[in-house]
C-alpha cells in the first residue's frame, strides 16, 4: 500500500494486510496544498479580499498568481493584502512571447509585474514559460541557447527583487522537461528550479517515469489535475487514469514539495472549482 505525503491517517495506524482501501479515513495536508488558476478562471469574479476570503474559509493558505493584463491594476493591492492575512503568494506567473519580449526588453504588462513586485517588496518564485513561437523552427541546440539567454536575463533581474525563477511546463517544445533541465544545466550559476504541471502532461504520461527522474534535481512545485490520455485537458482531481500513479512515482523518487489544485475553468465558480479539486484528493 502506497501512502503520499499529501494525505494524513486519521484515527488509527491501518496496514495492507489488516485493512483495504475502502476502511482508510483519511484528510488532506493543508499545510502542503496552495492553489492555482484562481485569479482569471472564476465566473464570479473575485475582487482582491473577496479570492483571500474565500481561500480562508476553504483552509487554503497559499497560492500562486496568474493574471491577466486587466489584473494588473490590483495586483499590487492582492499582494499587500495577502500579506496582511497571513496567505502566502508562492509565486508569480510571467508568460514571455517572441512578438513582445526580448533579452533587455519585455513588453509593457510584463515589465508593469516587475515593478509592482518591486513596489510591495515580493519575495517568491517568478514562474516563467514561453509562446511556443519564442523556440519556433529551432533546432535543439538553438533553442537551448536562446531560452538560456532569456532566463539568464530574468533570472538577474529576479535576484534583484529577492525572487527566484522557475520554468514552468505549458507544452510545446519549452513544455519538455527534458529542454528545462537542458537550459538550467547551461545556467550553473543560476538558481533555477521547474514547476510541473499535470494539465500540460497528457502526451508525458508513459515516459513520465525517465521524466521524475529527469527533472527531480530542480523539481520545486508539482501542480495536480484529473489525467487521462484523451484528455480532456482540465479534469477532476480523481476522476483520471493517471494522477495517483504519478504522484506516487514523484514521492518514491523523493519528491518531498507541495501540490497545487487548480481553478483553471472559465466559467464556473473557482470555489466550487477548488473544492471538488479537494474531495478528488481525499478520494
Sequence with gaps: MKY????LLVGFIMTASSCSVKDKKQTIDMEKIYAWCIVPFDSVKRSPMERINMLKK?????????????????????LTLAKQNDIEVIAVWLWIDENWDSVGELNRPNEKVFNILEEVGYRGQIWVSFNSNYFADMPDSLA????????????????????????????????????????????PDKELGIVYNFHHAHDQIDAFPEIVKTMMPYLWYVNLSGLRKEGPKILTIGEGDHEMGMIDLLEENGYKGDFGILGHIEDADVETVLMDNLSGLKK
Design 4 to 7: 503520499t505525503t499529501i494525505l
Design 58 to 78: 476553504l483552509g487554503i493558505k497559499k497560492y500562486a498568481y496568474d493574471w491577466r493584463e486587466d489584473h494588473l491594476a490590483t495586483m499590487a493591492e492582492e
Design 144 to 187: 537551448v541557447k536562446k531560452g538560456a539567454e532569456m532566463i539568464a536575463y530574468l533570472s538577474d533581474r529576479a535576484k534583484g527583487l529577492g525572487c527566484k525563477i522557475a520554468l514552468y511546463n505549458h507544452g510545446d517544445w519549452f513544455g519538455e522537461p527534458v529542454n528545462q533541465v537542458k537550459i538550467i544545466e547551461d545556467l
